[in-house]
């Protein structure tokens, strides 16, 4: 797993008797993104990060006809117990990898956090006690 924040774009405003800025402003804040790749090609997992008819049953998944960002809530867990919450993020999976002796199919998942729409935050992360 991947776990990214982009940096945040500041613009400048300088003046001519000064090398040095005089002030910054943040034009577009940072966002988080994560990525990760699973093994588990269940038809429950694919209905979950891909989508589909809702038709999905214990050994058959349809795709849906068209590509689609899925709105979900994340709760991401690390080994040493500390939680990242995302209360709204955009999902997007695709199916990838080779078929082989030594290979097996992945599903990658690419989640963006996105602004709550409740004046929350976009994530948190809460460490254990």
């Known amino acids: 797993m991947t776990l990214s924040e982009t940096e945040a774009t500041v613009q400048d405003f ?3 008797e000064q090398d040095a800025p005089v002030e ?5 804040s940072s966002k988080l993104e994560v990525t990760w790749r699973a093994y588990d090609l269940s038809p429950a997992m694919l209905e979950k990060v891909k989508g589909g008819d809702g038709t999905t049953v214990a050994t058959t998944w349809e795709a849906p006809n068209k590509s689609t960002l899925l709105k ?3 709760e991401i867990e690390t ?3 500390s939680k990242i919450q995302i209360p709204r993020a955009n999902v997007m999976a695709r199916i990838d990898g080779t078929v082989g002796r030594e ?3 992945q599903i990658e998942v690419t989640a ?10 976009p ?7």
């Open 123 to 129: 994530f948190s992360v809460v460490f254990p006690v």
């Open 14 to 16: 300088n003046v001519e």
């Open 103 to 105: 290979d097996m199919l």
């Open 79 to 81: 080994d040493n117990g």
């Open 112 to 121: 963006t956090a996105l602004d709550p729409g409740d004046g929350g935050a």
């Open 72 to 74: 979900l809530a994340l």
């Open 24 to 28: 910054q402003a943040i034009t577009e």
